[in-house]
């Protein structure tokens, strides 16, 4: 299949699902960063050969960044756009220990509060009894957040760093299992980081439609302006 608008062949191509938030962390990641990439839409239920050969595992995102370069983990590629170029230095390198404790956290983020949240989303959207159990489940590291961010702007400091945006998909999750009650509970400063990059720019650019690839032939091109 042909890419249709591609201006560049030899850019790494992402494929990508528009609402998962791991792909939405890979597509963040390659915004920041100011790369560019060919970006190609697919949906779980119809994935492309292609992409299945280069990640067998079947899940987004995926980069293939050459024949022999497949980086197929969303945390991964942020490394791997971010480590290319930083501009706003959301890697902290002037602080040695900073990048090991942001991967802490987001390691804290993936293996536990990722499985909580799936399970308070489910009993909200099945209305199981143990929708206020899991709720709670998911709390901690709400909590945690929520304390970073009374000390400063950010979850780091008082600028953006990795950490923000790698969780970001998720606490907007979150957030949007039970909006009420997300605003109702005293996450003031969790609740104002968060208004901050669901209202930016950068989060609207992450979250533009592209038609899917499979149904069009295009990949599009996607990152540096």
Not at 59 to 81: G, H, K, Q, R
Request: with cysteine.
């Amino acid at each position: 299949m042909t890419d249709t608008t591609a201006p560049d062949t030899a850019l790494p191509i992402l494929y990508s699902l528009q609402y998962c938030p791991y792909a939405m962390r890979a597509r963040l990641g390659i915004l920041l960063s100011e790369q560019a990439v060919m970006i190609r839409a697919i949906t779980m239920n119809n994935k492309p050969e292609e992409m299945l050969i280069d990640s067998p595992k079947g899940t987004v995102p995926v980069l293939v960044v050459d024949a022999d370069t497949i980086v197929d983990e969303s945390l991964d590629i942020m490394l791997w756009a971010l480590k290319r170029n930083d501009p706003q230095n959301l890697l902290y390198s002037d602080q040695p220990d900073a990048l090991a404790e942001m991967l802490q956290v987001i390691t804290e983020n993936d293996d536990e509060f990722k499985p909580s949240l799936e399970k308070y989303k489910r009993s909200k959207r099945f209305h199981n009894e143990a929708e206020a159990a899991d709720r709670l489940a998911c709390e901690p590291f709400i909590q945690r957040l929520e304390s970073r961010l009374a000390e400063h702007e950010f979850l780091m400091g008082p600028t953006p760093s990795l950490l923000d945006y790698a969780l970001l998909p998720f606490v907007r999750q979150f957030s949007k299992v039970n909006r009420q009650l997300f605003r109702d509970e005293p996450y003031t400063n969790l609740q104002r980081w968060l208004d901050h990059h669901l209202q930016s720019r950068l989060f609207a650019r992450a979250m533009l439609k592209y038609p899917l690839w499979l149904e069009s032939g295009e990949a599009c091109l996607f990152g540096r302006e």
